[in-house]
């Protein structure tokens, strides 16, 4: 009875056991059948692409034709005719200082002119040298006539018709003659000569006097004092009554002009080479800048390079480039800061992948290409120079290569993946190399 139950007891058992392991067999051959599932991901198929390679740098902007304003005469201020931080333009007038004072100077100005005038007039009639040439025409008369009676008295002495003494007397007046017209000529002479300068000292007295007449005007002129150039005006440091000097070493104001603004940046020695050894240097192209401001968003006019300095700086080992950009509108000031984007090169026949593709850990890149066996393998890679939202792959990747740029962290290298073409963040279209 003992041994019929146990047998009983042990065929149920081994019934039972036997269940167990067939039910486990049957799971493990379901886990191994459910095991790698091939995994979703998307990917891109490489092709070699020409893509221009930007430059971004930090810098600021600055007023480079910034002008003082300064008094060019000295007085008191009678107007000011604009408000701080409005834009003028060249030629407004800004100041009037008191003119009165001014206006007497070019009054008395324009009456020595006029005096000086006169007197050049009169030094041109000669009136004295005329009187000296008419008093010498007299003494010529006077000595011919003497000279008239000697040879009359002469003949008339010798027939005794006439005495010794009136013929003595007829030759001291002849004498007396010769004497007055040699000294009649001298003074012509002279008087001619001090006319000619007189005539040159009224000549040289109208001219000051009409240098002088023009500096007044010029001065009174300065009186009203307009912007030498179109910008955004300042404070207006001196007020109405005060006294403005020509000395003064605080001007006026400042104008900064801001159309076009400039904008000025660093760049490495190496960077500078570059650029001068770049094809678009070669091409002598004028290379666009692009300016992204402070708060990021993008300046909506284009740029361009205008120059760069000629020595390196030897503390920082690099150069300063100035640039300018339209501004219309006024929305850039002088001291803004900001991030240009600048064209270095046009990169041939290269291999640009989606930065989100790249894994990286431990300072080294990679990427999950897919393998002809469909499965995903691990590839070391080296980038370049960053294009937007990509890299440029310098080593590690061909031609031909199939990237996998989403769901690469749900991958291990050998598992099975089912791929799809990557379709770029706002681009319905699939991206194909």
């Not at 971004?56 to 931080?85: N, S, W």
């Not at 009169?122 to 003494?139: D, E, I, R």
């Not at 070493?249 to 960077?271: G, N, Q």
Request: proline share 5%; charged share 20%; net charge neutral.
């Amino acid at each position: 009875m003992i041994i019929t139950r146990l047998v009983q007891f042990t065929g149920v058992a081994a019934v039972a056991f036997a269940t167990v392991i067939t039910e486990s067999c049957q799971s493990g051959s379901q886990a191994q059948g459910m095991a790698m599932p091939p995994v979703p991901v998307s990917v891109v198929e490489l092709q070699p692409h020409d893509v221009p390679i930007y430059g971004e740098y930090a810098g600021q902007t600055f007023g480079r034709d910034t002008v003082e304003v300064r008094a060019r005469v000295d007085g008191y201020l009678e107007k000011r005719m604009f408000g701080a931080g409005t834009d003028i333009r060249a030629g407004q007038v800004l100041y009037v200082l008191d003119q009165r004072p001014f206006i007497a100077q070019v009054e008395k100005a324009k009456a020595e002119l006029a005096q000086s005038i006169a007197n050049l007039e009169f030094a041109k009639n000669q009136v004295a040298l005329v009187q000296t040439q008419a008093n010498l025409a007299q003494a010529k008369a006077n000595l011919d006539k003497a000279q008239h009676d000697v040879d009359r008295l002469k003949p008339l002495v010798s027939q005794d018709a006439a005495s010794q003494q009136d013929l003595d007397n007829a030759l001291a007046a002849l004498e007396s003659n010769k004497a007055n017209v040699a000294a009649l000529t001298a003074n012509v002479d002279q008087t001619r000569l001090r006319a000619k300068t007189d005539i040159e000292f009224a000549k040289a007295q109208v001219d000051a006097n009409k240098a002088v007449l023009k500096t007044a005007e010029l001065d009174l002129g300065y009186t009203t004092i307009a912007s030498p150039v179109s910008g955004r005006i300042g404070e207006s440091l001196v007020q109405v009554g005060g006294l403005v000097s020509r000395s003064s070493p605080t001007p006026l104001t400042t104008v900064a002009p801001l159309d076009p603004i400039w904008f000025r940046f660093k760049i490495s020695d190496t960077e500078y080479l570059n650029y001068m050894h770049s094809q678009e240097r070669q091409k002598n192209t004028v290379v666009p800048v692009t300016l992204k401001l402070a708060d990021g968003t993008d300046f909506p006019h284009t740029g361009q390079i205008r120059n760069n300095v000629n020595q390196l700086d030897l503390k920082t080992g690099s150069l300063e480039i100035d640039c300018t950009f339209p501004n219309p509108e006024r929305v850039l000031l002088p001291g803004q800061f900001g991030v240009v984007r600048v064209l270095k090169q046009h990169a041939r026949s290269v291999i640009v992948i989606p930065q989100r593709a790249v894994v990286e850990t431990q300072n080294m890149q990679s990427v999950f290409t897919v393998g002809a066996d469909k499965k995903a393998q691990i590839r070391n890679i080296t980038t370049g120079d960053r294009i937007g939202d990509s890299w440029i792959v310098t080593e590690g990747l061909k031609p031909g290569d199939v990237v996998i740029v989403e769901g690469v962290q749900k991958l291990r290298p050998g598992a099975p993946v089912q791929t799809s073409p990557y379709k770029a963040p706002g681009n319905t279209a699939s991206q194909n190399g």
